[in-house]
């Protein structure tokens, strides 16, 4: 297994981006929504999150576990490729938001 993962580094490296992104949305969402900082966009996870939020962590966290799991299988095709670059660049963005409002809000709470 581990052979075939540093010989298939870059789907797992792609994966795992997605994890590392998924619980730092999670964390700073969660602070967002329990300050009423912010709103959950995304529907869904708004309806989870309002009725558990041990829920709300284990869908953003167990998804892209799962992932991991099914990259062997799933990867050779090039829209789940495209697909999981589309979805990184995503949770990238909206990383970079969470990084914005967090950083007004100190700014804001400093002053």
């Known amino acids: 297994m581990l052979a075939y993962i540093n010989k298939n580094r ?23 929504l329990r300050h009423n900082l912010i ?5 869904i996870m708004n309806s989870i999150y309002y009725t558990s939020v041990f829920s709300f962590y284990f869908v953003k966290i167990v998804l892209p576990l799962a992932l991991l799991v099914f990259i062997p299988y799933a990867f050779s095709s090039r829209l789940v490729k495209r697909t999981l670059v589309f979805a990184l660049v995503i949770y990238f963005g909206v990383f ?16």
């Not at 970079?96 to 002053?111: K, N, P």
């Open 96 to 111: 970079v938001y969470h990084i914005g409002w967090t950083s007004y809000v100190y700014y804001v709470i400093s002053s």
């Open 10 to 32: 870059k789907p797992y490296l792609i994966t795992f981006s997605l994890l590392l992104l998924s619980i730092a949305d999670a964390i700073f969402t969660d602070i967002g």
């Open 39 to 43: 709103t959950e966009l995304n529907p």
